[in-house]
Nanobody, 118 residues
Framework: QVQLVESGGGLVQTGGSLRLSCVAS????????MAWYRQAPGKERELVAR???????NYADSVKGRFTISGDVASNTVNLQMNNLKPEDAGVYYC????????????WGEGTTVTVPD
């Protein structure tokens, strides 16, 4: 069974930084893509950043230049470095991976909360 566990959320003031991490565990053959999504209260979940196995990344326009995604398939880990945080960045951040396993598909973590007070 595949599990994704996020860490690194917390409370930070406007302009501050946080680093989120997510590690996959369990029985699987490989990881094809890794991503971070977020969901603010009352809003739909949105893609923040995504990186493929080959290292190609893309970002939501709202975080370009401030957030950096990095992935390491050898250690089954994806990180999200978030700098110059704004109140609109607050929400629950979810890790997502496309994993090749007995069931190949998209797996999700349970989320970690980022709070940026106004």
């Amino acid at each position: 069974q595949v599990q994704l566990v996020e860490s690194g959320g917390g409370l930070v003031q406007t302009g501050g930084s946080l680093r989120l991490s997510c590690v996959a565990s369990g029985s699987f053959y490989g990881i094809n893509a890794m991503a971070w999504y977020r969901q603010a209260p009352g809003k739909e979940r949105e893609l923040v950043a995504r990186i493929t196995r080959g290292g190609n990344s893309n970002y939501a326009d709202s975080v370009k230049g401030r957030f950096t995604i990095s992935g390491d398939v050898a250690s089954n880990t994806v990180n999200l470095q978030m700098n110059n945080l704004k109140p609109e960045d607050a929400g629950v951040y979810y890790c997502s991976m496309v994993i090749v396993a007995a069931y190949t598909g998209t797996y999700w973590g349970e989320g970690t909360t980022v709070t940026v007070p106004d």
